[in-house]
């Protein structure tokens, strides 16, 4: 029972912790910046701003993530997870150089997690229609989304 319960959720899980040492990275560039030699306040102004940005988005990511994976398909919803946490880094690294340069980043994670949602959606459609209608379309949606997920990466 355990092993099948893992084995349904084992993608997630990496990506979830991958997000995680993401995190850290994050709030270790934010102290460096704190505690730096120079203290150039804008700077720290920048890092910090964010990192906040992120983490503000970061609940959202978790959850839709966690949901697509869990009512449609862990690949393609992992996948998506680690595409965004890419574009999350850009975003990041874009940031404390000029804001203007994030702004790529941003467009494009935001085009992850409305992918993540419509998974969820989609996984959640296809619960009712077995649940009430006794048909399960699961096998060509999750067809559909592992090749629309390699779509990600189109600019």
Request: aromatic residues 14%.
């Given at each position: 029972?355990?092993?099948?319960?893992?084995?349904?959720?084992?993608?997630?899980?990496?990506?979830t912790?991958?997000?995680?040492?993401?995190?850290?990275?994050?709030?270790?560039?934010v102290?460096?910046?704190?505690?730096?030699?120079?203290?150039?306040?804008a700077?720290?102004?920048?890092?910090?701003?964010a990192n906040?940005?992120?983490?503000?988005?970061?609940?959202?990511?978790?959850?839709?993530?966690?949901?697509?994976g869990?009512?449609?398909?862990?690949?393609?919803?992992?996948?998506?997870?680690?595409i965004y946490?890419?574009?999350?880094?850009?975003?990041?690294?874009?940031?404390?150089?000029?804001?203007?340069?994030?702004?790529?980043?941003?467009?494009?994670?935001?085009r992850?997690?409305?992918?993540?949602?419509?998974?969820?959606?989609?996984?959640i459609?296809?619960y009712?229609?077995?649940?009430?209608?006794?048909?399960?379309?699961?096998?060509y949606?999750e067809?559909?989304?592992?090749?629309?997920?390699a779509l990600?990466?189109?600019?």
């Open positions: 029972m355990y092993s099948i319960v893992v084995e349904n959720i084992y993608l997630l899980v990496i990506v912790l991958i997000s995680v040492l993401q995190n850290a990275f994050f709030l270790l560039k102290e460096k910046e704190c505690k730096g030699v120079h203290k150039n306040p700077a720290f102004e920048r890092v910090s701003c906040r940005n992120c983490m503000d988005a970061y609940p959202t990511f978790l959850a839709v993530m966690w949901c697509a869990l009512c449609l398909s862990q690949a393609p919803a992992s996948f998506a997870g680690i946490l890419v574009v999350r880094q850009k975003y990041f690294v874009g940031y404390m150089g000029q804001t203007s340069q994030s702004t790529p980043g941003y467009l494009f994670g935001k992850v997690l409305f992918f993540l949602f419509l998974m969820c959606i989609v996984g459609f296809n009712l229609l077995v649940r009430f209608c006794s048909s399960d379309y699961k096998e949606v067809t559909i989304t592992s090749a629309a997920s990600l990466l189109l600019p």
